[in-house]
């Protein structure tokens, strides 16, 4: 399988690899440590969903931006209705 922007990835990404490689290195950068229950690329996703959508963006555009076939997976990734504290990303410190 190629890579779209480069044609030199020949193998799927690992996704341990893109954990440690990439989401944990940029937590850390930002504050949040390894140890955070619940940090992944989807808790990543989310949370960049819910500011969107925190800030009147449409949902339809967010669908689109987040690449979701259907609605319903976009009202997933919606936590406005959460408390802001269990998120993982709530410990960065902007």
Known sequence: MANNRTGRLNKHLD???VYRNIVRKYGLETGVSAEVNGLCVHSLRATAAT????H???IARV???LG???LSTTRLYDRRKSKPEDSPSFRVKY
């Open 15 to 17: 996704p341990a690899s």
């Open 51 to 54: 500011n969107a959508l925190s």
């Open 56 to 58: 009147d963006s449409d």
């Open 63 to 65: 669908q689109e931006w």
């Open 68 to 70: 979701h076939a259907n």
